[in-house]
């Protein structure tokens, strides 16, 4: 198992960025697809990004496709979201994922969940 800890969340208005990182410990941090999903007020949990153990695979849900970035550092055991013109549709505590071998965007594929971190976008 790895061990997840979820940090950059913040208040942040209509149009601004954030980065969101994932930092892991445990086994070897190259061996997991590693995934960003969000849960927002009342609503179901969603896949929002996902990455490759090597990076070269990342799908991104339709709706921050385009404005939202993931990305590793596997020597810093990290991964990152970086999000620009933040809506505030996109408030919700986000939350990483690690899984091994294959990327994926089915939540229920995970084994390993971060405790979140909250992202507000105001109007």
């Known amino acids: 198992q790895v061990q997840l800890v979820e940090s950059g969340g913040d208040l942040v208005q209509a149009g601004g960025s954030l980065r969101l990182s994932c930092a892991a410990s445990?086994?070897?941090?190259?061996?997991?697809?590693m995934g960003w999903f969000r849960r927002a007020p009342g609503k179901e949990r969603e896949f929002v990004a996902a990455i490759s153990q090597s990076g070269d695979d990342t799908p991104y849900a339709d709706s921050v496709k385009g404005r939202f970035t993931i990305s590793r550092d596997n020597a810093k055991k990290t991964v990152y979201l970086q999000m620009n013109s933040l809506k505030p549709e996109d408030t919700a505590v986000y939350y990483c994922?690690?899984?091994?071998?294959?990327?994926?965007?089915?939540?229920?594929?995970?084994?390993?969940w971060g405790q979140g971190t909250q992202v507000t976008v105001s109007s």
């Open positions: 994922a690690a899984k091994l071998l294959l990327t994926t965007t089915q939540a229920i594929r995970y084994h390993s």
């Open positions: 445990g086994r070897t941090f190259s061996n997991y697809a």
